[in-house]
DNA sequence: AATGAATGAGCATTCATTCAT
DNA sequence: CATGAATGAATGCTCATTCAT
């Protein structure tokens, strides 16, 4: 009973996640989505007071989501560097491996349709990862550019890199992940006056 | 009477640009482009055959004048550095100056409202400075990663910088457009081991 | 278990009376009267078909109120038109202190949403009342307009004065109600002459 | 030309009027409407921003039509009394042939589907006759009631009179129309003592 | 009896596009 | 070329009612 519940909720969400990145929000009409899920156009509004809630709820669960798979088995003794080369690969990996969860995250960030209350909401997720940007810098390791900068500078990297690996999937390999990290470190990283 | 006309189709692209970016392409009723250009529904459909005619001219239209603003006043006997980063320079420059035509492109560049035609049709521009990759590869000047990845790792950064720039209005200075360059630059070059 | 019953079946009709004066009959989903008489969708039809079987059972629970109010502690061997008096100042008085039983009558007594069958039903009541009118006229007691104008006019002047106190509640009192009955009264009063 | 778009607006007017006094408002689909005026569903969002505009609209034209029918061919020179008299039966013979038009204004007058300002509006219309009856107080004509009942009861009647004449429209006749004006008026003037 | 998730027909409203003037 | 009234398909959302539990 109650997983045939669940179950139309999640056949609704993951519709409605697969029609959005095709086809875009405001040419997806919640009928389509309903057809798509498998159910009466009713229920959409039964477990989604409205179209914008859905595509925040849908929203606010693909970030955590994604920020679950960064910090997904990063090694708590390792050094700061490899932790955070660790998340890039963990978080490209993902991006890779959930092509429309990833697409859905980046193309909405900045949409009016996404509330100021989720972005907030969502933005307390990445604080944690922020802190290590933070401490990446008082510590030296990475150039002393104000921190703004730096946080725009590493998610864009990384976004592109996903974008990047989407784009020509043949390029797909630990030495290209590898290749894309490094060329995103080496315009951070401090360089070392020998 | 024809300054009279192209003013009304100016007029058209002008209002179309403004609420394309406020609103969005599907949340922006062609009623209210015509009202906001001063100008009869009917109007339009003279101009441009529907709406989509509309957005992929405008859309070609900017990316024109992005293209020229890249290439304007480069030093041709320069070296290949700085034309690049006088290029880059310029680029971020009239991204700053021209904030809605600079979003629009970026919007839209991957958006499937503008027609496989059209996308062709801006790359095509795009070709020679594509070129300039190519040599700078080959003439040892970045890294030897694949030129595809460069190509987008340039461009990439170069929109994240003005995203930047724009968000932080207050951060703009010759210092920090130097700063950006520098990190997008240390990320491609060739570290040269003293 | 059998009092929570009617319990619920009352308040799912008290919730409607509320409801419906305030919003009116298709301004008011049933989910609502449920949620407000604290009670699930599905309870509502059980008790009543559908909504319209409620509405008419509403009316008719209320206008037999409101008859009852009317001939209550009438002095049997007082005269007619003390008779007469009696009932209009309780009919009055019941519409004074029942605001929203009152207003729900008077709005629906000539609703296509009360069945035809319903206020025949209704009316059976008030036949006693009409007999009085009847009486009245053969007694040379009032005018000898015809009686459906009379009891028109009555009933109308009636729901006026409740409306209108109901409107200006401080005007109540016993003077003003007497005042009332007696500009309707010598409306109908055959003026003698001197 | 300029003819043609009054006509649908008015077809629409028209055909609203109709369907909201058979239907009442929330039961009559704006398609329907659209349909019976001949016209497409559209339109009629052409000419009006949305239902509620409409129905005010209408409301606002319906009374002024009943306001000019009642002071129509009043005769400046005649007493107070004869006045009314005029105007009431004026008013009573409009209702009866403009039913529909009469039961709208009278249906919808405490509906709150008219908005404030609306009434307000309405409520200007009625400002110069609201002033013969404060005159007949100080005249001495009517009783001394305070006026607000006075206006109440005097519009009361009148409703009363033509719905009732409506109800049963063999009942009609110049000397029924002076009987029910009686009834009234020798409810309000004052019996004089002899 | 009671529950509340599910249904899907129905509705108000929008909007790209046409066309007579 | 320009106008703007007219069109009607399409869309987000509501709500009375059902039914499995």
């Not at 697969?18 to 086809?23: A, G, S």
């Not at 057809?35 to 970030?63: Q, S, W």
């Not at 990862?129 to 990384?158: H, M, N, R």
């Amino acid at each position: 009973m109650n997983s045939a519940v669940i179950d139309k909720r999640e056949k609704i969400l993951k519709a409605a996640l697969n029609l959005f990145t095709e086809r875009g929000f405001h040419n997806t009409p919640t009928s389509l989505i309903a057809k798509e899920a498998g159910v009466a156009t009713g229920t959409l509004f039964h477990h989604f007071k409205n179209k914008e809630e859905l595509i925040n709820r849908l929203y606010l669960d693909l970030k955590k989501q994604k920020m679950n798979a960064l910090i997904e088995a990063v090694d708590e003794t390792a050094s700061l560097q490899e932790k955070l080369k660790s998340m890039w690969i963990n978080g490209v990996q993902w991006g890779i491996m959930h092509p429309k969860e990833f697409q859905f995250v980046m193309q909405y960030s900045n949409s009016p349709f996404i509330s100021h209350l989720t972005k907030e909401q969502a933005m307390g997720e990445y604080q944690s990862t922020f802190c290590l940007f933070e401490q990446a810098i008082s510590d030296g390791l990475i150039k002393p550019a104000y921190p703004e900068f730096v946080a725009d500078y590493f998610e864009g990297i990384f976004n592109l890199a996903v974008s990047h690996f989407r784009k020509y999937p043949e390029k797909i390999s630990e030495e290209n992940l590898d290749l894309a990290f490094d060329m995103c470190w080496n315009g951070i990283a401090r360089v070392l006056e020998s």
